[in-house]
């Protein structure tokens, strides 16, 4: 397996032009079908030896062992085409021909994703607004932030001071998924939520650092700066002593793309502010509730009434 962890290295230093999560990602994937390859597949010993039966089985392990699902295959597969694609292109490598490329990618089912419903948004932030300590100034801000801009976790943590105009009203999004930057609005209260945050921030041993969301202790990678997973912890905790069921950071995505349509603001308009590039996606996260939605606006329109 050396050989294949070798190429893989020196694949990775062909994708300079990917975001560091799409990155990440790719190499997830062909990582773990050579781990999967040395323990299925002990007597494999080359590049030369890859057949489509490997991509087949490893296939079938990832749903019928591990219980992936659909999207997880298909983006596990797509890593897996891409990397061998690179030893088929590379003379000096024995693949002649890609044998992932025969596999027909899976279909990803939605998911519907819950909102999350106003009485526990009020529970959970009730639960960190009651306090005056750092971790509970940080945690308030951090939720209105969520609530108000339905941002991603990375984002989210991406932040950093200079970033946020209380002035304005406006908050710059750059560690973005696509790469593209954006400014998005916040309300009078995660404003002033923001503003007592800052204080109690001054106070940190890592004030001057440039990131918004501090963490208690530095990390030997990311520094001060909050992680997406401490935000997940963070969200599990809060979530535990208001006494209500476990939410995860990106039902506050699908709860916000909800929360606009359902008040009258265009998918134009939703697709700009969450910084997608299409409109499927604009459905897609407002599906949670779309049922919901569609029952509200006929009984706004009340026929039987007219009538």
């Known amino acids: 397996m050396d050989e294949l962890l070798d190429l893989a290295q020196e694949w990775e230093l062909t994708l300079g032009t990917v975001s560091k999560a799409t990155?990440?990602?790719?190499?997830?994937?062909v990582r773990q079908f050579i781990d999967w390859l040395a323990t299925a597949k002990p007597r494999f010993r080359s590049v030369?030896?890859?057949?489509?039966?490997?991509?087949?089985?490893?296939?079938?392990?990832?749903?019928d062992d591990m219980g992936r699902d659909e999207a997880t295959r298909r983006v596990r597969l797509i890593s897996l085409r891409l990397f061998l694609d690179y030893l088929v292109g590379e003379p000096?490598?024995?693949?002649?021909?890609?044998?992932?490329?025969?596999?027909?990618?899976?279909?990803?089912?939605?998911?519907?994703?819950?909102?999350?419903?106003?009485?526990?948004?009020?529970?959970?932030?009730?639960?960190?607004?009651?306090?005056s300590t750092f971790l509970c100034r940080r945690d308030a801000a951090l939720l209105r932030v969520l609530l108000d801009t339905g941002c991603r976790r990375g984002e989210l943590v991406g932040i950093d001071v200079a970033d946020v105009d209380l002035r304005g009203h406006?908050?710059?999004?750059?560690?973005?998924?696509?790469?593209?930057?954006?400014?998005?609005?916040?309300?009078?209260?995660?404003?002033?939520?923001?503003?007592?945050?800052?204080?109690?921030?001054?106070?940190?041993?890592?004030?001057?650092?440039?990131?918004?969301?501090?963490?208690?202790?530095?990390?030997?990678?990311?520094?001060?700066?909050?992680?997406?997973?401490?935000?997940?912890?963070?969200?599990?905790?809060?979530?535990h002593a208001a006494g209500i069921a476990a939410i995860h950071p990106h039902q506050f995505r699908h709860t916000w793309a909800n929360d606009l349509l359902s008040n009258g603001a265009n998918e134009g308009d939703v697709e700009r502010l969450a910084g997608w590039r299409s409109p499927l996606m604009v459905r897609r996260y407002g599906?949670?509730?779309?049922?919901?939605?569609?029952?509200?606006?006929?009984?706004?329109?009340?026929?039987?009434?007219r009538i």
């Open 92 to 131: 000096d490598v024995d693949l002649p021909s890609n044998p992932a490329r025969g596999i027909a990618l899976p279909a990803p089912r939605d998911k519907v994703v819950p909102v999350i419903h106003d009485d526990d948004l009020v529970a959970l932030l009730r639960v960190v607004e009651r306090g």
């Open 48 to 63: 030369a030896d890859l057949r489509r039966a490997h991509v087949d089985a490893w296939m079938r392990h990832l749903a």
């Open 23 to 29: 990155r990440v990602v790719y190499l997830r994937g």
């Open 170 to 239: 406006d908050v710059r999004l750059r560690r973005t998924k696509g790469g593209h930057e954006r400014i998005v609005p916040i309300g009078a209260k995660t404003a002033l939520a923001l503003r007592k945050y800052l204080r109690a921030r001054d106070r940190h041993p890592a004030t001057g650092s440039a990131a918004l969301f501090l963490s208690t202790r530095a990390r030997s990678a990311g520094g001060w700066r909050m992680s997406g997973d401490a935000v997940a912890g963070m969200l599990s905790r809060r979530g």
């Open 287 to 305: 599906a949670s509730a779309a049922a919901q939605r569609a029952r509200d606006a006929a009984r706004r329109l009340a026929r039987g009434d």
